[in-house]
């Protein structure tokens, strides 16, 4: 089974940056992948995704201008740059993988279409 780990979260103040990594254990060209946050008492919401092959991204509409996601599938890696943070986007970060048969396609709505996910790492944004 494909393994994610994220890395790169910590603490920073209001207004910093932070670029999360996922690493995966094997290649990720067969699968689209987003990225997932979590609060405290909040339901896991989508933040970003990028497909396969094309690199088609989305966005939820909270980041949009803020943070860019992209991948490296040489170093099967997956990352996502975080600029002008907010209290309000502390959360545990989640990585997710799901196999995908289009190039071109990715979607932060459905997360049971990700089968792969990784622990976590927390962000924490201090105003």
């Known amino acids: 089974q494909l393994q994610l780990v994220e890395s790169g979260g910590g603490l920073v103040q209001a207004g910093g940056s932070l670029r999360l990594s996922c690493a995966a254990s094997?290649?990720?060209?067969?699968?689209?992948i987003g990225w997932f946050r979590q609060a405290p008492g909040k339901e896991r919401e989508g933040v970003s995704c990028i497909s396969r092959r094309y690199l088609s991204t989305q966005y939820t509409d909270s980041v949009k201008g803020r943070f860019t996601i992209s991948r490296d599938n040489a170093k099967n890696t997956v990352y996502l740059q975080m600029n002008s943070l907010k209290p309000e986007d502390t959360a545990v970060y989640f990585c997710?993988?799901?196999?995908?048969?289009?190039?071109?396609?990715?979607?932060?709505?459905?997360?049971?279409?990700?089968?792969?996910w990784g622990q976590g790492t927390q962000v924490t944004v201090s105003s």
């Open positions: 997710a993988a799901g196999w995908s048969p289009s190039p071109d396609i990715c979607t932060l709505l459905a997360k049971g279409g990700y089968q792969h």
């Open positions: 094997a290649t990720l060209d067969y699968y689209a």
